[in-house]
């Protein structure tokens, strides 16, 4: 069984800082791009950070400067740190991974359950 399980939500004042976690495991033999995406209620799912498995990164507009993605490939795991938290940061945050299980099966996306972040005084 594979699985992705993020750590590291919660609650926050603005201006605050969290890290979130995300550590795939199972029988893996690659994982390629790594991602972290939000929901905000009433919002569709959007790609926040991704970081591919050289470690090349890309953000959206509003979190860049504020969040940055890494990851450590001996571990399995990706983080977001997220630092200069706002309100509109609050929403549930999902990891996923492209991985693959056997060599001859093909990459598919996997998802974390998600991490709720609020952003509140």
């Known amino acids: 069984q594979v699985q992705l399980v993020e750590s590291g939500g919660g609650l926050v004042q603005p201006g605050g800082s969290l890290r979130l976690s995300c550590a795939a495991s199972?029988?893996?033999?690659?994982?390629?791009?790594m991602d972290w995406y939000r929901q905000a209620p009433g919002n569709e799912r959007e790609l926040v950070a991704s970081?591919?498995?050289?470690?090349?990164?890309a953000y959206e507009d509003s979190v860049k400067g504020r969040f940055t993605i890494s990851r450590d490939n001996a571990k399995n795991t990706v983080y977001l740190q997220m630092n200069s938290l706002k309100p509109e940061d609050t929403a549930d945050y999902y990891c996923?991974?492209?991985?693959?299980?056997?060599?001859?099966?093909?990459?598919?996306?996997?998802w974390g359950q998600g991490t709720q972040v609020t952003v509140s005084s």
């Open positions: 199972g029988r893996f033999i690659n994982i390629y791009t």
């Open positions: 970081i591919t498995k050289d470690g090349i990164t």
């Open positions: 996923s991974a492209d991985g693959q299980i056997y060599t001859w099966t093909p990459v598919r996306v996997y």
